[in-house]
């Protein structure tokens, strides 16, 4: 089976552009997770969304938003780019809400300049 | 709140000699306690998780960690590193708001000589 999928793998932006991530979860899978992990730290958690509903959400500001649809895909959106968004996204699928485990895709790259 | 602790940013050990990757939690709760290893541009991989079975937790390539209540410490080990486990380790606890989000520790750079 395939796993957690992203895309694109990379890009590079402007800042004030906006940018659409993308995730496919492990088929099965219905809930899908978003972290931001900077470069020489640990990812932070931005979004959880479970049956399509927004579960959670980290402090990150309202530039950020994701959604999630019928086939438990999901996109973060990114507006108004800052240099300070340039980061791995990283997206993480599980089961089923309270689920410890959480399977990784490979990451987006975005830069910011 | 949940988190966790790695007491150490870098750590270098030779090849074939034993590896320690040190992690405490702080939790209200029973903890979720996982390892993640990430390689240079690559996702990260599960190593293992403690969800209150038993305190010693063997995980894949030979690592494994002992959650030690009294000490609050997760820590990882492996009793002889190879080259390849050359990368970056997270500790992660799950919280308990509901989401069971992960909380990332600050990662431990594991470098491995030859």
């Known amino acids: 089976d395939a796993g957690v999928t992203q895309s694109p793998t990379h890009l590079i932006k402007t800042r004030g552009q906006q940018v659409t991530l993308r995730c496919s979860p492990i088929?099965?899978?219905?809930?899908v997770s978003w972290y931001q992990q900077v470069l020489g730290q640990g990812p932070q958690f931005i979004f959880q969304y479970y049956e399509k509903e927004e579960r959670g959400r980290g402090n990150f500001p309202d530039r950020f938003s994701a959604r999630q649809f019928p086939n438990y895909s999901s996109e973060l959106n990114v507006n108004a780019l800052l240099l300070g968004d340039s980061a791995l996204y990283l997206c993480a699928s599980s089961s089923r809400q309270g689920t410890y485990e959480q399977y990784f895709g490979p990451g987006t790259r975005l830069t910011v300049t | 709140a949940q988190s966790v602790t790695q007491l150490d940013s870098h750590v270098s050990v030779s090849e074939g000699t034993p590896v320690l990757l040190r992690c405490n939690y702080s939790s209200s709760y029973s903890p979720s306690l996982f390892w993640y290893v990430q390689h240079p541009n690559k996702g990260l991989q599960l190593l293992l998780k403690?969800?209150?079975?038993?305190?010693l937790v063997k995980g894949i390539n030979g690592f494994e960690a002992e959650f030690k209540k009294s000490e609050t410490s997760f820590h990882l080990t492996k009793p002889s590193a190879h080259m390849s486990d050359a990368a970056e380790y997270f500790c992660?606890?799950?919280?308990?708001?509901?989401?069971?989000?992960?909380?990332f520790g600050t990662g431990t750079r594991l470098k491995v000589l030859a």
């Open positions: 403690y969800t209150s079975a038993a305190t």
């Open positions: 992660v606890v799950s919280d308990t708001d509901g989401t069971y989000k992960y909380i």
């Open positions: 088929s099965g899978h219905k809930s």
